[in-house]
């Protein structure tokens, strides 16, 4: 013998319910996923480095976009000689702020070419770029690699820096927590 019509439609809306209350938390859980998915993956950056000084200490880059936060030039070391019209120069360098969630700060090692109007240690730009692969980080950067590149835009006033790369990040057990935390909170219930 079938259900009637009123105790089927009690159980398709339960299970409707049920199905929806699941889907709320699968959702929520995506974007915590997302960042512990990143220790099988890389994470796209890419934004805009603003005009040295315009990090709130005056002595840093400002960095918009993906990375949100300060970069700063740790060591500064040139590879040519300062009559030549061609700068080559290697060194350190540092990132502290925020990349979604995620805060901490990660090193670089950076390669740095430009060719100059004269003399590098006289004159202006025309053209750089730079590569920068990620050598380690703390917080939220712990155990990071990848390489970000950077392009310099001189001909305008402030100058400004595009970069993109990818940043790789460690498999995290916070984030592994932060999921089973959110999986585990109560969710609405149905009621019939």
């Avoid at 002595?59 to 976009?65: K, P, Q």
């Avoid at 070391?77 to 995620?102: K, M, N, Q, V």
């Amino acid at each position: 013998m079938g259900l009637d019509g009123n105790r089927r439609g009690d159980r398709r809306g339960r299970w409707a319910a049920v199905a929806l209350a699941g889907a709320v938390a699968i959702g929520a859980a995506l974007p915590v996923a997302a960042m512990a998915a990143h220790g099988r993956g890389a994470t796209i950056v890419r934004g805009t480095q603003l005009a040295y000084g315009t990090c709130g200490d005056g002595t840093g880059y400002l960095m918009t976009g993906a990375l949100d936060g300060c970069w700063w030039i740790d060591t500064f070391e040139p590879r040519t000689d300062p009559s030549s019209h061609t700068l080559i120069a290697t060194g350190e360098e540092h990132f502290t702020g925020w990349l979604g969630s995620l805060y901490g700060t990660f090193t670089t090692r950076y390669e740095y070419s430009a060719k100059m109007a004269g003399p590098w240690g006289t004159s202006p730009e025309v053209h750089g770029r730079c590569h920068h692969p990620i050598a380690g980080g703390t917080g939220g950067f712990a155990g990071a690699s990848g390489e970000i590149s950077f392009h310099d835009v001189v001909n305008v006033t402030p100058n400004y820096y595009p970069y993109w790369g990818s940043v790789h990040l460690a498999k995290s057990a916070d984030a592994g927590a932060a999921i089973a935390r959110l999986l585990a909170a109560p969710t609405a219930q149905a009621t019939c």
